[in-house]
């Protein structure tokens, strides 16, 4: 019995490393969404599904992640329509770099003439195109432009620029340098606690025991659970619309409202949500 178990495991194993990038991909990371204002100088200015973020200062903007390669040219209309300048964003940075979040960072940079900062151990994922990823490395599909990197930044690192600062919260796991950042909006006398989480979901065909691609990888994950799980947000967005629920939140044409984004509940259930995902894929490999 033990054996068919093992069977089973292994073309179960066999078909997820078998995925691709395309075959992953959705037709809602390039569908078109309008952009709106968050919180404060907090700005979506992704697609629907494809999380990118605008923060407005008087020195500059700041622009967090980028979507897919095609999806330049959606951003800076995004921006335009807001009434901000691409030239004026001073700082691009991502939340890790898949191509899914930063294809279009390339593009963005000649556009912007912005500065590239970004988590120090991700920093070979952007400088190669992707082709350092332990996972799909070796896709054609999920390599993108490489661009240089200007500044690597450590866990706890700052991101400072004109009265908003961002500390950098390195949460391996679904790439070597997956980040999350913290700050402060302030908004019509108050002030929230934002968190934009890289939430730790677990790619198709990664393993975390025996031999893994990435080796830590377990230590890994289970490090950010723990960093995530001690986080207190207020507001709580990610990489993805989907992860944190924004098309219940927000529809186009709905009044400013930073309310509607207040979700601490919401953050513990996804965060939960995923930590059993990793719990359940952990004990399926061990038992193997």
Request: glycine share 10%; net charge neutral; hydrophobic share 40%.
């Amino acid at each position: 019995m033990r054996l068919k178990h093992t069977i089973f495991a292994l073309i179960a194993i066999g078909a997820a490393l078998a995925q691709t990038a395309a075959s992953i991909s959705s037709p809602d990371w390039s569908r078109p969404f309008p952009p709106f204002r968050i919180a404060g100088n907090l700005y979506y200015v992704g697609t629907y599904d494809l999380a990118c973020y605008l923060i407005v200062t008087p020195a500059g903007d700041i622009l967090i992640n980028t979507g897919l390669a095609d999806s330049a040219a959606q951003i800076k209309s995004n921006i335009d329509t807001l009434g901000f300048k691409p030239g004026d964003i001073k700082i691009l940075t991502a939340t890790h770099g898949h191509f899914d979040h930063v294809a279009a960072m390339a593009e963005m940079r000649r556009i912007t003439g912005a500065q590239l900062w970004v988590s120090a151990p991700d920093a070979p994922l952007f400088e190669t195109g992707g082709k350092s990823d332990f996972r799909w490395g070796n896709d054609p599909g999920a390599q993108f432009t490489p661009v240089k990197v200007d500044r690597k930044i450590e866990d706890g690192g700052k991101i400072a620029l004109g009265g908003t600062e961002l500390t950098l919260h390195l949460h391996p796991g679904h790439t070597k340098g997956a980040a999350s950042f913290t700050f402060t909006v302030h908004d019509e006398g108050r002030d929230y606690r934002v968190l934009i989480a890289n939430m730790p979901s677990i790619n198709p065909g990664v393993v975390l025991t025996a031999k893994p691609a990435y080796p830590g990888i377990n230590d890994d994950y289970a490090r950010t659970f723990r960093g995530l799980g001690a986080m207190t947000p207020e507001i709580w967005l990610s990489s993805h619309a989907s992860q944190f629920g924004m098309h219940r939140k927000h529809k186009p044409g709905d009044p400013y409202n930073p309310a509607r984004f207040i979700d601490p509940d919401g953050f513990r259930t996804s965060l939960a949500g995923l930590e059993k995902l990793y719990q359940d894929q952990l004990a399926r490999e061990r038992a193997h």
